[in-house]
């Protein structure tokens, strides 16, 4: 076998380990968050829980964008096209394969690679594009939560036609997050995000505590940052 393909299986030998020990839909069972909703969006298939030190390195500070993307191109793998049983599904790439790619493809200095640099949106989707030939859509929201309000019908769209997770970030609130669906109440009352949050560290949680830490929550959109922009990273995953 070539050095490739050995790398190849190795990574799916590292990949099965370390997403044997992950939560499994860990947003299963949450309470609707409010009694009045009226429309309610959720990702398709499953998705995994990847936080802080889930495959031993220490990234605690940094790492929260590059977990998010994993839990984006597990979700790719397993639940939108997952592979034949003869065929090896791509694991999610690590955090030192997502920085060489970055390197690799020009967007990064060779600086980048093992450094502690965080990524966000506009990285996420050209690593999927690189490693899963997924195009993503990037929304600019400003303003925060008036104008994330305001783009609730857009995420509504994105999981009832794409049904793929979405990454979120910001500037003045730039700690990653997964959003996993969204729930509306009647007309100008708000909105409600699914959010997974991956900065967690610690050995693996169950489902219920994830959801006690408020790690896996409804979160009011109401209550974010109003003096932060967010950009949202929409994987385009519909099947034509």
């Known amino acids: ?19 044997g020990a992950l939560p499994e839909n860990a947003h299963i069972g949450l309470p609707s968050p409010a009694p009045d909703i009226v429309k309610c969006s959720l990702i398709s298939g499953d998705c995994l829980y990847f936080h802080y030190g889930c495959d031993g390195q220490d990234d605690r500070g940094w790492g929260c964008g590059y977990r998010t993307l994993q839990t984006m191109a597990w979700w790719l793998c397993h639940s939108w096209c997952p592979p034949s049983p003869k065929a090896k599904c791509r694991p999610p790439p690590s955090l030192p394969e997502i920085q060489h790619a970055l390197v690799a493809m020009g967007d990064k200095p060779a600086s980048f690679a093992g450094s502690r640099e965080w990524i966000g949106t506009v990285e996420a989707s050209l690593i999927l594009d690189y490693y899963y030939n997924v195009p993503c859509k990037v929304v600019h929201v400003r303003g925060g939560g008036i104008e994330l309000n305001r783009a609730a019908e857009e995420l509504h769209e994105h999981f009832q036609s ?3 997770p979405v990454m979120m970030g910001g500037d ?28 967690y560290y610690g050995p693996p949680l169950e489902r ?6 408020g790690l896996v929550s409804w979160k009011n959109v109401g209550s974010l940052d109003t003096s932060s922009f967010y950009n949202l990273c929409l994987p385009q995953t519909a099947k034509t």
């Open 1 to 19: 076998t070539s050095i490739t393909e050995r790398s190849h299986i190795r990574n799916v030998q590292r990949n099965s380990e370390l997403t």
């Open 162 to 164: 794409q049904g793929s």
């Open 172 to 199: 003045r609130d730039n700690s990653s997050k997964g959003i996993l669906g969204v729930c509306s109440r009647p007309e100008g009352q708000g909105s409600y995000l699914l959010v997974m949050d991956p900065h």
């Open 208 to 213: 219920a505590a994830l959801q006690r830490l």
